[in-house]
């Protein structure tokens, strides 16, 4: 195996192919190693919301040149633009270069741009509105920057393993959660007519062992795939996505990015996929040149297996500008390693993707530079050569996004305890301890916020941004404190505890800082290697929490977190008060805490996972895999459906807070349940539908040799990725396309339309409540449902999953209507031997509560037949 997927590495480099590794057996249950083909890649232009767009399309790429080709599909290598990754444009036809941008949550290397509230800290707010709020904040800035795609929202990882580094750039460990978060969002950015971009097509899970030849593989059996980490990319598909990022790692030994099953099967066949797949991105600070985006480990057969667009260009290795696509497609093309209809089917979905944003029509072009922040530098930065230009005009993008900001890392905190003592009654001796609480030095101290100090606002990574400026608790604590003559007392290092307890028995209110920081693997701070060693506070958090608690009066603790922390030292003492869960709350963090501290905002976040009282109370395989067990490593995901509030429920593990907790300064009453059947229950879906629309067909042919060498003349820019070939003596001949290319792989009857077939959305149930506000103040609860299964032989299923939640704003005796509406999809699971969607025949029921463990209604799904 090992053998073969290096010798398709060089071939692939040199713009062969030979049969991928055998990739995932999808139609198995349980971990396996290996997959069937799926040959040849679906056309996109099925759909009829896309037909105007693929006509288009036609009618352009009807007029492309071979090379003209190869540019869209293939960048032009790091730093040769003002993006993180650029395609070459088509002048004689009006089609610009694209630009492609990081990130989740913001413009990663730009200036005078929002530092929006983590992933994580937005899936806290499990509010839908302020979802798709922020994808439409996100989408004007990176219009108004002249970014074409944006590369976000992130929904894999998923959050399988809580120490995971780049869990935070997700919105939650439940696939419900994150499938609803990414749909709002992705429908926000693309309302701006900006492209975005559902990552990481799948299981990137850890960032150990996360890239190149030696990649981690994520052994995922077919269930588990369809029901957990599949479930958010269907939602975004649904949401009409306009481009998918595949992802670093292999699946099932089968590079992601080369993975036909996954790309071509599940993707583009069964969900109906219409815009295009990119290869995926592994950044590094642009100040160190030692990173890559490395997920693409094969020229021909990754695009055989529905890759469509090579991101920044570069090769197997960083910035070697020996492009496993660019002039070693074009020879693919000559020689017939790629068929023409292939290489079109990649270009027209680009340019559809384009027209279908409108982007065709008074689009901006790029504004600035993710390489300097100064107004002129080197065009081609990556060149290191002239020519000088204005690379970046200053153009201020954040309108009133910092009002948006601050309301929702407000929304998302969690008050995990409160002894009374919360709201704040305008203390006049306030204690502020930890670093966490203080600047530091400086929010932007380390490339993309590669290391923990001062008060942690995101995680790090590519997922980053610059901070135009960072509010940090100590700064808006002194500012409300002064509001009314309270003074503020500090002590910002951890380290000195003598000093902090003497300073805490003299205040009436101590609050104390701590938290957890990680990121993406191309960074490590200390001990942290992308992953957390272990689920500890950071920088003697747990310490520096004891000493406070045990000398001060009144203590609340506040914690800044990429993800859970055991708490067991403190949580549950009688010192400590309460407890504030703020995540990653970006540039308005100190204002978010402040209007929750003295109650201008009712806390109403709810916690986006559980928080353990160990790393073993996760399960068996929730550890990191920091030492390789294997070339290449692999993950066995043997917990299949059992993970973060699943295993704890079918485990009967009590957590220390469940997933979906989060307390309020009022209450509120569940009452009134009504449960209608809306739809059949037919155990199977309807038969797959027949295509919406025609994908095109174009009669094109293979230039003449000579037509794809450099034209006479030709100025090179250095370093330049390019189509054109240096030697035009090709050779034609047969090739050995993969096993399974010449006969039509077996389309799913799970698939139809965008995001599967239409049936699976049809409401079959709709389930209303009464929640009223029985308390003194007004707040916001989360009316969460959950679908319980009862015994169905041999399919195991969770005790419970989330499959419904409203955000609901009530004054004091206030009560409105919550209404659930569960999909066919809801209320199925995925059969392994009749690979689709089917309705359990046991019972199902469902609860209506404030978290995943306390319920207040209960039904059974059975009533109304």
């Known amino acids: 195996m090992v053998g073969l997927a290096n010798l398709l590495l060089l071939l692939g480099a040199a713009g062969f192919a030979v049969a991928a590794p055998t990739e995932l057996n999808a139609r198995q249950s349980g971990a396996s190693t290996t997959s069937p083909p799926w040959y040849p890649a679906p056309k996109g232009g099925t759909a009829a919301s896309w037909a105007a767009a693929y006509s288009k399309a036609q009618a352009l790429v009807s007029q492309m040149t071979l090379l003209e080709k190869v540019n869209i599909t293939t960048g032009t290598g790091w730093a040769m633009g003002p993006c993180v990754g650029n395609t070459a444009p088509v002048p004689r036809l009006g089609f610009p270069s694209l630009c492609l941008q990081d990130g989740p949550l913001g413009i990663r290397f730009a200036d005078k741009i929002t530092s929006w509230p983590a992933g994580i800290t937005i899936g806290g707010t499990w509010d839908k509105e302020l979802f798709h709020s922020r994808g439409v904040g996100l989408g004007q800035e990176f219009r108004r920057k002249g970014v074409h795609i944006a590369l976000g929202p992130a929904m894999g990882p998923l959050g399988r393993m809580p120490a995971g580094g780049r869990n935070w750039e997700g919105f939650g460990s439940d696939p419900y959660l994150q499938g609803i978060a990414c749909g709002e969002h992705i429908k926000g950015i693309q309302s701006q007519g900006v492209v975005a971009t559902a990552k990481h097509l799948i299981g990137n ?65 069964e969900l109906g996929f219409q815009g295009f797949v990119m290869r995926a991105f592994l950044f590094r600070a642009k100040t160190d040149s030692g990173s890559d985006w490395l997920a693409q480990m094969s020229g021909v057969a990754s695009v055989l297996a529905g890759m469509d667009m090579t991101m920044p260009g570069d090769g197997l290795n960083w910035d070697d500008r020996l492009s496993l696509m660019g002039p070693n497609f074009t020879t693919a093309a000559m020689n017939s390693s790629v068929p023409l209809d292939r290489i079109d089917d990649m270009v027209t979905r680009i340019v559809a993707t384009w027209y279908q944003f409108g982007q065709d029509s008074g689009y901006p072009e790029p504004n600035f530079s993710s390489w300097t922040k100064n107004t002129t530098g080197l065009l081609y930065y990556g060149s290191n050569e002239p020519p000088y230009a204005i690379v970046n005009r200053h153009v201020d993008v954040r309108g009133d996004h910092a009002a948006l900001a601050r309301k929702i890392a407000a929304e998302a905190i969690a008050m995990l305890k409160n002894e009374d003592i919360l709201p704040l009654k305008k203390p006049m001796k306030i204690g502020v301890y930890g670093s966490d609480a203080g600047p530091g030095n400086g929010p932007n101290a380390c490339p993309d916020r590669g290391c923990n100090q001062g008060t942690l606002a995101v995680g790090w990574g590519s997922g980053t941004t610059d901070f135009e400026y960072l509010i940090t608790p100590l700064e808006a604590i002194e500012k409300q404190a002064a509001t009314y003559g309270g003074q503020v007392s500090s002590i910002l290092n951890n380290t000195k505890l003598d000093e902090i307890k003497a300073d805490a028995k003299k205040q009436d209110i101590c609050l104390a800082f701590v938290n957890a920081d990680a990121g993406e693997g191309y960074i490590s701070w200390q001990d942290v290697n992308g992953d957390r060693p272990n689920l500890k506070t950071q920088l003697g958090g747990d310490d520096l929490i004891l000493a406070v608690a045990g000398a001060c009066k009144t203590t609340v603790v506040v914690v800044h977190s990429v993800g859970p922390i055991i708490m067991e030292g403190w949580a549950t003492s009688h010192k400590v008060n309460g407890i504030l869960w703020a995540h990653l709350p970006g540039q308005e963090s100190g204002n978010s805490l402040v209007d929750v501290l003295w109650g201008a905002v009712n806390p109403s976040g709810k916690l986006p996972y559980t928080i353990g009282k160990s790393l073993e109370d996760y399960g068996p395989t929730a550890g990191i895999l920091y030492e390789s067990n294997g070339n290449p490593p692999q993950q066995d995901f043997t917990e299949g459906l059992l993970i973060d509030y699943r295993y704890f429920d079918k485990k009967d593990i009590t957590p220390r807070y469940e997933f979906g907790f989060g307390m309020s300064y009022t209450t509120f009453e569940f009452d009134d349940l009504n449960i209608v059947r809306t739809g059949s229950m037919e155990p199977l879906p309807r038969p797959r539908p027949p295509p919406e629309a025609v994908p095109p067909t174009y009669d094109s042919k293979l230039p003449p040799p000579s037509e794809v060498g450099f034209p006479p003349g030709f100025t090179k820019i250095n370093r330049m990725i390019y189509p054109y070939l240096t030697n035009t003596n090709i050779t034609v001949g047969p090739y050995p396309y993969p096993d399974g290319y010449t006969t039509p792989a077996h389309k799913s009857e799970a698939g139809g339309a965008e995001g599967g077939n239409p049936a699976l959305w049809e409401i079959v149930y709709t389930i209303t409540h009464t929640l009223k506000n029985t308390g003194k103040v007004a707040g916001a609860e ?29 004054e004091p005796g206030e ?22 969607w089917v309705i359990p025949s046991s019972g199902l029921g469902i609860s209506i509560g404030e978290s995943s463990r306390k319920f207040h209604l209960r039904g059974d799904l059975r009533y109304g037949y």
């Open 815 to 836: 009560s409105e209507t919550v209404t659930f509406k569960l999909t066919r999809r809801d209320l199925s699971y995925w059969d392994v031997t009749k690979q689709n």
């Open 205 to 269: 899970e850890q960032e150990h062992f996360r890239q190149g030849p030696g990649a981690i593989s994520s052994n995922i059996d077919d269930r588990t795939l369809h029901e957990v980490y599949l479930w958010p990319f269907q939602d975004s598909v649904k949401a009409g996505v306009g481009a998918v990022m595949c992802s670093y790692n292999r699946v099932n030994n089968s590079a992601a990015c080369q993975n036909s099953y996954l790309q071509n099967g599940i993707l583009k066949d």
């Open 782 to 810: 989360v009316s969460q449902l959950y679908v319980n299964y009862g015994s169905n032989g041999t399919v195991e299923f969770p005790k419970r999953v989330l499959r419904g939640f409203e955000k609901v704003f009530l």
